[in-house]
């Protein structure tokens, strides 16, 4: 395989190479990649939206198992989420990058072909960013601006008693991939420090992740849910409220909650479940409602519509109705299948805990 030192092209040699066909798709986008800044024009009418993310090697993503190309997908996915969980639109994105000597320019082209199938799909315009050097990994900072009509921006602090809860698509399947990913990753290292030398090595057996296949998919390669704004705005459905579901189900609605300054009931039997999620979750001896409440990172939409748009909403495919938003001193809390009631916790990820 070719392996082309970064130090060759040089900073803006590498930008060049990797960004120098970019064809931009947006008419708010006046001027790309090229000079000192990008330059954007929005309509009067709309409101810009702005996002970013901080991913770091070793905290947020582990390239033992994680392909370059997978992680430029994902990173992407992580900022367009945030801007769909605001009703919006994506529009621009720039990624700056810092790289160890231990990374080469096929790498760099790998992570960008990731990034820019991202933005292919969800009609994004790469317009700049930066990259320097790194001593301890790679770290990927990227920035995402949106726009929305003024009246369809959705903020967190919107939920109204009466409200009702949905979520699209399953939630835990992410958080199961990664258990099965880190599981194979420490069989993987205890078999190289007791194999005796490099040819025993290389015959090491890659895992087999025969059926557990949608499960790594939604760990390595989530999918942003622009396809249910799309169908909001079909059916006129302004959300009171909306997040993406990043660190966790419990986590997120307990943000809406208290934001909105309400509580809410949730009801364990209708939270959606894939069945790999399920089989591998009794595997691991975890309790398949936990993971599926703080797992995290499953990048699905969370939101709370009037009650007067339940048989609406209830009608798009990949919408689940899971509970409803109650006054404040009702608290927040999951109603289990046999009827019991318990609070709701935060568990999910926090990136800052030790």
């Not at 954007?40 to 390239?63: C, N, R, S, W």
Request: glycine share 8%; aromatic share 6%.
């Amino acid at each position: 395989m070719q392996r082309t030192e970064i130090a060759t092209l040089g900073e803006f040699g590498l930008i060049k190479h990797l960004t120098e066909d970019i064809e931009l798709k947006n008419e708010s986008t006046k001027y790309g990649i090229g000079d000192d800044c990008a330059v954007m024009q929005y309509p009067a009418d709309k409101q810009i939206l702005m996002t970013t993310d901080l991913l770091m090697e070793g905290v947020h993503f582990d390239l033992t198992y994680c392909p370059l190309k997978h992680l430029g997908y994902k990173a992407a996915m992580v900022n367009l989420s945030d801007v769909y969980a605001m009703n919006g639109m994506p529009k621009q994105m720039t990624v700056s990058l810092a790289i160890s000597k231990r990374f080469c320019v096929e790498d760099i082209e790998e992570f960008y072909a990731g990034l820019r199938l991202a933005c292919d799909q969800h009609g994004v315009d790469l317009v700049g960013g930066d990259t320097t050097s790194s001593l301890t990994g790679l770290a990927i900072s990227i920035t995402v601006t949106g726009e929305a009509a003024k009246e369809k921006v959705v903020y967190r602090h919107g939920a109204q008693a009466t409200d009702v809860i949905c979520v699209t698509g399953d939630l835990g399947a992410a958080y199961m991939g990664l258990q099965l990913l880190e599981r194979e990753k420490a069989v993987f290292d205890a078999q190289m420090r007791e194999a005796k030398n490099p040819e025993e090595q290389l015959q090491i057996a890659q895992p087999d992740f025969t059926g557990k296949e949608y499960l790594l998919e939604r760990q390595l390669k989530p999918e942003a849910r622009r396809d249910i704004i799309l169908k909001l705005a079909e059916k006129d459905i302004v959300p009171t409220s909306m997040m993406d579901i990043s660190d966790g189900l419990s986590s997120e609605l307990l943000h809406i909650c208290t934001d909105s300054d309400k509580g809410c009931r949730i009801y364990e039997e209708r939270i959606p479940i894939d069945y790999q999620t399920a089989v591998t979750a009794e595997e691991f001896n975890m309790n398949l409602t936990t993971c599926a409440l703080n797992g995290g990172e499953d990048y699905e939409l969370l939101f709370t519509v009037p009650l007067a748009d339940h048989d609406k909403v209830a009608e798009i495919e990949g919408v689940k109705v899971i509970g409803y938003i109650t006054k404040k001193e009702m608290g927040c809390a999951l109603i289990t299948r046999d009827g019991n009631e318990f609070e709701l916790k935060a568990q999910g990820w926090n990136p800052l805990k030790d």
